[in-house]
T-cell receptor, first 113, second 112 residues
Framework: DAGITQSPRHKVTETGTPVTLRCHQT?????MYWYRQDPGHGLRLIHY???????DKGEVSDGYSVSRSKTEDFLLTLESATSSQTSVYFC????????????FGEGSRLTVL | SQQGEEDPQALSIQEGENATMNCSYK?????LQWYRQNSGRGLVHLIL?????REKHSGRLRVTLDTSKKSSSLLITASRAADTASYFC????????????FGAGTTVTVRA
């Protein structure tokens, strides 16, 4: 199994609070991604990174920010959580040059009350 | 919007039968990938087929790609209870792009 750890795995928070999800990899892969999974929508890309300090937006980036200060860590921050951000968040990594095979973490289930 | 869409949304078969699911996409692709997700787990990569390939096999999996119809199919032969999962297609666009776009998935239930 690819060395990807997501934390926390479960979190319940209240509307308006900040939340940070962490993705940690031990594979030294260049590309890292944050997806959210909701019923009926499959996985939708939030943000991705193609190197340290190099990040870009995905299709559902509003309300989210990311940071990657070192190769192994990719942080997803919800500055002020809303109920619409209740979801399961998946981190993925890839070592190949663009659009190759992704390795996924086990997911972080976030509930915003 | 999603690039790929799977059909059917759900599929129930008897153990030993074959399962076929389809994926249609909208724009030209560099490659198409299939992933499996067991309940409560992350996605696992199954197979990647490039735009210049028409068919690929991996164990009991067979994937076809028809770029003229912008569609792909995943066939699981001789299904087992352990094949019960959701299956997703993901497309990588032809442009210099680091992103994969996923469909909503097909949920497969294999009955013993």
């Amino acid at each position: 199994d690819a060395g990807i750890t997501q934390s926390p795995r479960h979190k319940v928070t209240e509307t308006g609070t900040p939340v940070t999800l962490r993705c940690h990899q031990t594979e030294n892969h260049r590309y890292m991604y944050w997806y959210r999974q909701d019923p009926g929508h499959g996985l939708r890309l939030i943000h991705y990174s193609y190197g340290v300090k190099d990040t870009d937006k995905g299709e559902v980036s509003d309300g989210y920010s990311v940071s990657r200060s070192k190769t192994e860590d990719f942080l997803l921050t919800l500055e002020s959580a809303t109920s619409s951000q209740t979801s399961v968040y998946f981190c993925a990594i890839s070592g190949t040059e663009g659009n190759g095979e992704l390795f996924f973490g086990e997911g972080s289930r976030l509930t915003v009350l | 919007s999603q690039q790929g869409e799977e059909d059917p949304q759900a599929l129930s078969i008897q153990e030993g039968e074959n399962a076929t699911m389809n994926c249609s996409y909208k724009t030209s692709i560099n490659n198409l990938q299939w992933y499996r997700q067991n309940s409560g787990r992350g996605l696992v990569h199954l197979i990647l087929i490039r735009s210049n390939e028409r068919e690929k096999h991996s164990g009991r999996l067979r994937v076809t790609l028809d770029t003229s119809k912008k569609s792909s199919s995943l066939l699981i032969t001789a299904s087992r209870a352990a094949d019960t999962a959701s299956y997703f297609c993901a497309t990588a666009l032809r442009s210099n792009d680091y992103k994969l776009s996923f469909g909503a998935g097909t949920t497969v239930t294999v009955r013993a």
